[in-house]
Nanobody, 123 residues
Framework: QVQLVESGGRLVQAGDSLSLSCAAP???????MGWFRQAPGKEREFVGA????????TYADSVKGRFTISRDNAKNTVYLQMSSLKPEDTALYYC?????????????????WGHGTQVTVSS
């Protein structure tokens, strides 16, 4: 059974750094993984994604240069390292998995989702 469990979200101040984790037991190491976020009243948006081994990554323009995705297949865990956080980064952050080796930016391309972890950035 596939389960994705995000952790690490909390209240931080603007300019801070924060690292999110996504434990993914049951996910094949061949799956691409993505991070998405959803703020209140807004649609779920793409943050970043990586291919099966983390060698290929793609990011939304809004986070490029500030956020970094990595994965440890031996630990079945994907990470999202966030730096220079802004109030507009406040959202519920989700990780997702797709049974293909290449990443994708659209949420419908992902079959498995976690329940999210809340990140709040105060100004």
């Amino acid at each position: 059974q596939v389960q994705l469990v995000e952790s690490g979200g909390r209240l931080v101040q603007a300019g801070d750094s924060l690292s999110l984790s996504c434990a993914a037991p049951g996910i094949f190491s061949s799956y691409a993984m993505g991070w998405f976020r959803q703020a209140p009243g807004k649609e779920r948006e793409f943050v970043g994604a990586c291919n099966w081994n983390g060698g290929i990554t793609t990011y939304a323009d809004s986070v490029k240069g500030r956020f970094t995705i990595s994965r440890d297949n031996a630990k079945n865990t994907v990470y999202l390292q966030m730096s220079s956080l802004k109030p507009e980064d406040t959202a519920l952050y989700y990780c997702a998995a797709r049974p293909f080796s290449v990443p994708h930016q659209h949420p419908t391309a992902y079959d498995y989702w976690g329940h999210g972890t809340q990140v709040t950035v105060s100004s």
